[in-house]
């Protein structure tokens, strides 16, 4: 349950607190990696510091009805009886986050391309915010597409491309004579994140998974050194220093807005 959890309650406000830092950086002519990135409010308001208050007039969706969430992802749908849980949003302390509104969140982003890149956590977004657009546009035409782990939702009349692509490391994994290798200082996703007007990144949970079957990975290579292993907060900061390097000699940030997601909470039990 804790996934549905996820999907349902923490996916709708932290997406909107995602989307909400997207709008206010759309157009932002700073560099992407700004010291100050988390002032993101009116008068130095960081909408990051808050707590959950309860608010009846929540959910935004109804996931039993949103054509996009999976069955297993569906917490109402799978019998759990209980709703108060869906009806928490995030108020930060110095300011009031607007109430999400998914005809100006078309407008805002005709002719967009938005992109969640990583695990579980970008995927619960990219749902979440589908769902958003769809019950405030219900009769909105849109195509929904699912390649693998990749998911495409647009809608042709507004061209706005919502996708998630799953890569759970960022950086590469090849198959090399049957070997799975870790390249931690290549990223071959580039060319497709360039097309973007909106990248939004997060990983950390895959790094720490050992064992031959949660393991990605069956060897590591670094320029041209290879590894057996090797501590795993060394190897993550190894990959977010190929992303970050990537980031800045690569994206346009009057172009292209860049938002890295922190670590959410583990979900397997």
Same mark, same amino acid.
């Given at each position: 349950? %804790? ?5 349902? %309650? ?16 759309? @157009? ?20 990051? !510091?808050?707590?959950?208050? +309860? ?6 969706? @109804? ?48 002719? !967009? ?10 995927? @619960?977004?990219?749902?979440?915010? %589908?769902?958003?657009?769809? %019950?405030?546009?219900?009769?909105? !035409? ?21 996708? +998630? ?20 200082? =290549?990223? =071959? =996703?580039?060319?497709? /994140? ?23 990975? @069956? ?25 970050? !390097? /990537? ?12 938002? +890295? ?9």
């Amino acid at each position: 349950m %804790a996934v549905c959890y996820s999907v349902s %309650a923490i996916a709708i406000v932290s997406t909107f607190v995602t989307i909400f830092s997207l709008s206010l950086f759309l @157009n932002s002519k700073n560099k992407i990696f700004n010291k100050d990135v988390s002032l993101l409010g009116t008068n130095g308001c960081d909408i990051y !510091k808050g707590s959950w208050i +309860f608010d009846d007039s929540y959910p935004l969706y @109804n996931s039993s009805t949103c054509p996009f969430i999976e069955e297993s992802w569906d917490c109402q749908k799978n019998g759990r009886p209980d709703e108060e849980y869906l009806k928490y949003r995030w108020q930060p302390y110095g300011c009031n986050l607007p109430r999400f509104n998914g005809t100006e969140f078309l407008l805002k982003y005709k002719g !967009k391309r938005i992109m969640f890149v990583g695990d579980s956590l970008g995927q @619960n977004q990219w749902h979440s915010l %589908a769902c958003m657009i769809h %019950a405030s546009q219900p009769q909105a !035409k849109y195509i929904m597409d699912k390649i693998g782990r990749h998911y495409t939702f647009s809608l042709p009349d507004y061209n706005i491309w919502l996708l +998630f692509l799953g890569n759970p490391l960022i950086v590469d994994i090849i198959t090399e004579k049957g070997s799975r290798v870790l390249k931690i200082d =290549s990223i =071959s =996703s580039e060319n497709v /994140w360039k097309e973007m007007d909106v990248l939004v990144f997060n990983t950390w949970h895959w790094w720490n998974r050992t064992g031959i079957n949660k393991q990605t990975w @069956n060897s590591i290579q670094d320029g041209n050194t290879t590894y057996k292993d090797m501590n795993r907060l060394e190897l993550y900061k190894k990959a977010i220093n190929t992303w970050a !390097k /990537w980031a800045d000699s690569n994206l346009n940030s009057t172009k292209t807005s860049v938002f +890295f997601q922190g670590v959410s909470p583990d979900h397997e039990k």
